[in-house]
């Protein structure tokens, strides 16, 4: 069973920058078979994508709305995916979770059902 745990959300102001970290734990299987993305969710809303990465160096993925302003990273040796989210907005406040999935297609990729694991989300909230 896929574990993943999140980490580096906070309370920062406007324009300031964060990075959150997705520590994975794979018993049994390689970190690269895992597409990882980072989903948030509004309050009373469902879950949106904001950016994906393939296990092998196949790409990343990104929201229209975080596009220039948040990159999407992994480690494979440490088992961990980052999202570096700069020139963060009031808007941006939300949890963060992270989700990872395996023989996703690129057209799945922003689908949150597509994902078989998700950690317990981190908290960004961006004050105004």
């Known amino acids: 069973q896929v574990q993943l745990v999140e980490s580096g959300g906070g309370l920062v102001p406007a324009g300031d920058s964060l990075k959150l970290s997705c520590k994975a734990s794979?018993?049994?299987?390689?970190?690269?078979?895992?597409?990882v993305a980072w989903f948030r969710q509004p309050p009373g809303k469902d879950r949106e994508f904001v950016a994906a990465i393939k296990g092998n160096g196949g790409g990343t993925f990104y929201a229209d709305s975080v596009k220039g302003r948040f990159t999407m990273s992994r480690d494979n040796a440490e088992n961990t995916a980052y999202l570096q989210l700069n020139s963060l907005k009031a808007e941006d406040t939300d949890v963060y979770f992270c989700?990872?999935?395996?023989?996703?297609?690129?057209?799945?990729?922003?689908?949150?059902?597509?994902?078989?694991?998700w950690g317990r989300g981190t908290q960004v909230t961006v004050s105004s």
């Open positions: 794979v018993p049994g299987r390689n970190f690269r078979v895992y597409t």
């Open positions: 989700a990872a999935g395996s023989r996703l297609i690129n057209s799945a990729i922003r689908l949150s059902r597509q994902y078989d694991f």
